[in-house]
Protein backbone atom coordinates (compact mmCIF):
# COMPACT_ATOMS: atom_id res chain seq x y z
CA UNK A 1 0.00 0.00 0.00
CA UNK A 2 0.93 3.57 0.02
CA UNK A 3 2.96 5.19 2.15
CA UNK A 4 3.44 8.56 3.09
CA UNK A 5 6.54 10.36 5.07
CA UNK A 6 6.02 13.85 6.73
CA UNK A 7 8.75 16.33 7.92
CA UNK A 8 9.04 17.74 10.13
CA UNK A 9 7.60 16.49 13.19
CA UNK A 10 7.63 19.84 15.06
CA UNK A 11 8.35 23.22 13.85
CA UNK A 12 7.96 26.98 15.61
CA UNK A 13 8.45 30.40 13.46
CA UNK A 14 7.98 33.66 14.59
CA UNK A 15 4.10 35.30 13.58
CA UNK A 16 4.60 36.91 10.46
CA UNK A 17 7.18 34.31 8.85
CA UNK A 18 6.51 31.61 6.58
CA UNK A 19 6.25 27.76 7.11
CA UNK A 20 6.69 24.62 5.17
CA UNK A 21 5.87 21.01 6.12
CA UNK A 22 6.78 18.67 3.24
CA UNK A 23 5.11 15.28 2.35
CA UNK A 24 6.94 12.11 0.16
CA UNK A 25 4.48 9.57 -0.89
CA UNK A 26 5.56 5.70 -2.24
CA UNK A 27 2.70 4.79 -4.70
CA UNK A 28 3.00 6.50 -8.34
CA UNK A 29 -0.75 5.85 -8.55
CA UNK A 30 -1.84 8.35 -5.97
CA UNK A 31 -3.68 11.32 -7.76
CA UNK A 32 -5.36 13.15 -4.97
CA UNK A 33 -3.11 14.74 -1.93
CA UNK A 34 -5.21 16.87 0.55
CA UNK A 35 -3.89 18.92 3.84
CA UNK A 36 -5.74 18.69 6.92
CA UNK A 37 -5.31 20.82 9.63
CA UNK A 38 -6.27 19.62 13.32
CA UNK A 39 -6.52 21.75 16.46
CA UNK A 40 -6.97 20.51 19.76
CA UNK A 41 -9.73 18.64 20.80
CA UNK A 42 -11.71 18.60 17.02
CA UNK A 43 -11.81 16.77 14.04
CA UNK A 44 -9.36 17.33 10.89
CA UNK A 45 -10.14 20.22 9.29
CA UNK A 46 -9.41 20.22 5.34
CA UNK A 47 -7.55 23.72 4.15
CA UNK A 48 -6.06 23.14 0.63
CA UNK A 49 -5.77 19.89 -1.48
CA UNK A 50 -4.14 19.18 -5.35
CA UNK A 51 -4.50 16.87 -7.95
CA UNK A 52 -1.79 15.04 -9.61
CA UNK A 53 -2.61 17.45 -12.91
CA UNK A 54 -1.78 20.04 -10.99
CA UNK A 55 1.65 21.11 -10.17
CA UNK A 56 0.79 23.89 -7.48
CA UNK A 57 -2.16 25.75 -6.20
CA UNK A 58 -2.76 28.81 -3.87
CA UNK A 59 -5.57 29.90 -1.76
CA UNK A 60 -4.63 33.24 0.65
CA UNK A 61 -1.47 32.68 2.95
CA UNK A 62 -1.73 28.77 1.94
CA UNK A 63 -0.40 26.87 -1.26
CA UNK A 64 0.26 23.41 -2.04
CA UNK A 65 3.14 22.27 -4.15
CA UNK A 66 3.17 18.74 -6.13
CA UNK A 67 6.08 17.09 -7.82
CA UNK A 68 4.88 14.21 -9.00
CA UNK A 69 8.51 13.13 -11.06
CA UNK A 70 9.78 13.15 -6.98
CA UNK A 71 6.64 12.18 -5.34
CA UNK A 72 6.36 14.70 -3.24
CA UNK A 73 4.50 17.62 -1.83
CA UNK A 74 4.59 20.76 0.11
CA UNK A 75 2.46 23.02 2.21
CA UNK A 76 3.42 26.63 2.65
CA UNK A 77 2.35 29.04 4.70
CA UNK A 78 3.33 32.78 4.48
CA UNK A 79 2.35 35.58 7.33
CA UNK A 80 1.87 32.77 9.79
CA UNK A 81 -0.35 33.71 12.69
CA UNK A 82 -0.76 32.56 15.88
CA UNK A 83 -3.83 31.19 15.23
CA UNK A 84 -2.53 28.86 12.52
CA UNK A 85 -1.07 27.17 15.41
CA UNK A 86 -2.31 23.21 15.16
CA UNK A 87 -1.33 19.90 13.70
CA UNK A 88 -1.01 19.63 10.12
CA UNK A 89 -1.57 16.22 8.40
CA UNK A 90 -0.60 15.54 5.06
CA UNK A 91 -2.67 13.05 3.26
CA UNK A 92 -2.37 10.67 -0.59
CA UNK A 93 -5.21 9.23 -1.66
CA UNK A 94 -5.96 7.18 -5.22
CA UNK A 95 -9.62 8.45 -5.64
CA UNK A 96 -12.04 5.97 -8.22
CA UNK A 97 -15.37 5.93 -8.15
CA UNK A 98 -16.11 6.25 -4.74
CA UNK A 99 -14.16 8.68 -1.63
CA UNK A 100 -10.64 5.94 -1.25
CA UNK A 101 -8.87 5.49 1.32
CA UNK A 102 -6.92 8.03 2.39
CA UNK A 103 -3.20 7.51 3.72
CA UNK A 104 -2.18 10.15 6.29
CA UNK A 105 1.62 11.74 7.05
CA UNK A 106 2.37 11.26 11.01
CA UNK A 107 1.17 15.19 11.53
CA UNK A 108 3.42 18.19 12.00
CA UNK A 109 2.71 20.27 15.18
CA UNK A 110 3.35 24.33 14.00
CA UNK A 111 3.86 26.35 16.97
CA UNK A 112 3.62 30.16 15.79
CA UNK A 113 4.91 32.86 18.31
CA UNK A 114 3.44 36.07 18.76
CA UNK B 1 -25.27 22.97 6.08
CA UNK B 2 -25.03 20.96 8.91
CA UNK B 3 -21.25 19.45 9.03
CA UNK B 4 -20.46 15.62 9.93
CA UNK B 5 -21.93 14.82 13.10
CA UNK B 6 -20.42 12.24 15.57
CA UNK B 7 -22.41 10.36 18.61
CA UNK B 8 -21.54 10.35 21.23
CA UNK B 9 -18.88 13.22 21.74
CA UNK B 10 -17.00 10.72 24.72
CA UNK B 11 -17.25 7.47 25.79
CA UNK B 12 -15.74 5.23 28.47
CA UNK B 13 -16.13 1.56 28.62
CA UNK B 14 -14.25 -1.47 30.23
CA UNK B 15 -12.45 -4.36 28.68
CA UNK B 16 -14.78 -6.77 27.38
CA UNK B 17 -17.77 -4.52 26.30
CA UNK B 18 -18.80 -3.80 23.12
CA UNK B 19 -19.41 0.23 21.97
CA UNK B 20 -21.57 1.35 19.05
CA UNK B 21 -20.37 4.91 17.07
CA UNK B 22 -22.69 6.85 14.86
CA UNK B 23 -21.77 9.61 12.11
CA UNK B 24 -24.43 11.15 10.25
CA UNK B 25 -22.80 12.93 7.28
CA UNK B 26 -23.26 16.15 5.44
CA UNK B 27 -26.49 16.22 3.93
CA UNK B 28 -26.24 14.46 0.13
CA UNK B 29 -22.79 13.39 1.09
CA UNK B 30 -23.32 8.93 0.39
CA UNK B 31 -19.89 8.27 1.63
CA UNK B 32 -18.59 7.58 4.93
CA UNK B 33 -15.02 6.42 6.22
CA UNK B 34 -14.32 5.89 9.38
CA UNK B 35 -10.13 6.54 10.96
CA UNK B 36 -8.78 5.45 14.18
CA UNK B 37 -5.97 8.00 15.51
CA UNK B 38 -4.22 7.29 18.26
CA UNK B 39 -0.43 8.95 19.28
CA UNK B 40 1.13 6.61 18.55
CA UNK B 41 -0.31 5.02 15.02
CA UNK B 42 -1.52 8.04 13.90
CA UNK B 43 -4.59 8.09 11.54
CA UNK B 44 -5.73 4.25 10.38
CA UNK B 45 -7.97 3.57 7.90
CA UNK B 46 -10.79 1.62 9.36
CA UNK B 47 -13.40 0.87 6.68
CA UNK B 48 -15.24 2.98 3.71
CA UNK B 49 -19.19 2.66 2.94
CA UNK B 50 -20.68 3.49 -0.18
CA UNK B 51 -24.58 3.21 -0.86
CA UNK B 52 -25.03 1.27 2.10
CA UNK B 53 -21.79 -1.44 0.68
CA UNK B 54 -18.59 -1.37 2.45
CA UNK B 55 -16.02 -0.84 0.03
CA UNK B 56 -12.84 -0.80 1.26
CA UNK B 57 -11.47 -1.93 4.40
CA UNK B 58 -8.15 -0.98 6.73
CA UNK B 59 -5.68 -3.78 8.38
CA UNK B 60 -7.81 -4.15 11.60
CA UNK B 61 -9.49 -7.30 13.51
CA UNK B 62 -12.51 -8.82 12.88
CA UNK B 63 -13.95 -7.10 16.25
CA UNK B 64 -14.30 -3.58 14.41
CA UNK B 65 -17.53 -3.50 12.09
CA UNK B 66 -19.42 -1.29 10.41
CA UNK B 67 -22.69 -0.89 8.47
CA UNK B 68 -24.00 2.34 6.68
CA UNK B 69 -28.03 3.01 6.40
CA UNK B 70 -30.35 4.09 3.19
CA UNK B 71 -30.07 7.73 4.41
CA UNK B 72 -26.07 6.87 4.49
CA UNK B 73 -25.87 7.38 8.45
CA UNK B 74 -22.91 5.15 9.56
CA UNK B 75 -22.14 3.20 12.58
CA UNK B 76 -19.57 1.64 13.16
CA UNK B 77 -18.93 -0.94 16.25
CA UNK B 78 -16.21 -2.93 18.47
CA UNK B 79 -16.38 -5.50 20.18
CA UNK B 80 -14.73 -7.10 22.92
CA UNK B 81 -13.10 -4.00 23.81
CA UNK B 82 -9.17 -3.78 24.38
CA UNK B 83 -7.44 -1.29 26.58
CA UNK B 84 -5.95 -0.62 23.10
CA UNK B 85 -8.65 0.68 21.28
CA UNK B 86 -8.81 3.62 23.39
CA UNK B 87 -8.59 6.33 20.66
CA UNK B 88 -10.32 9.16 18.71
CA UNK B 89 -12.59 7.64 15.90
CA UNK B 90 -13.11 9.97 13.28
CA UNK B 91 -16.07 9.92 10.76
CA UNK B 92 -15.48 11.37 7.28
CA UNK B 93 -18.08 11.79 4.36
CA UNK B 94 -17.24 12.73 1.30
CA UNK B 95 -19.58 13.05 -2.33
CA UNK B 96 -18.16 11.37 -5.43
CA UNK B 97 -19.93 12.95 -8.49
CA UNK B 98 -18.86 10.97 -11.49
CA UNK B 99 -16.52 8.09 -11.75
CA UNK B 100 -13.32 8.87 -11.32
CA UNK B 101 -13.96 12.62 -9.84
CA UNK B 102 -11.71 13.11 -6.50
CA UNK B 103 -13.55 14.55 -3.89
CA UNK B 104 -12.56 16.18 -0.53
CA UNK B 105 -13.32 14.23 2.83
CA UNK B 106 -15.36 16.30 5.27
CA UNK B 107 -14.26 14.99 8.97
CA UNK B 108 -16.82 15.10 12.56
CA UNK B 109 -15.04 15.84 15.75
CA UNK B 110 -14.52 12.50 16.86
CA UNK B 111 -15.52 10.27 19.33
CA UNK B 112 -12.79 9.85 21.75
CA UNK B 113 -13.23 6.18 23.46
CA UNK B 114 -11.81 5.49 26.81
CA UNK B 115 -11.42 1.83 27.56
CA UNK B 116 -10.49 0.80 31.05
Known amino acids: GENVEQHPSTLSVQEGDSAVIKCTYSDSASNYFPWYKQELGKGPQLIID?????GEKKDQRIAVTLNKTAKHFSLHITETQPEDSAVYFCAASWRGSTLGRLYFGRGTQLTVWP | KAGVTQTPRYLIKTRGQQVTLSCSPISGHRSVSWYQQTPGQGLQFLFEYFSETQRNKGNFPGRFSGRQFSNSRSEMNVSTLELGDSALYLC???????????????FGQGTRLTVV
Open chain 1, 50 to 54: IRSNV
Open chain 2, 92 to 106: ASSSPRDRGQNTEAF
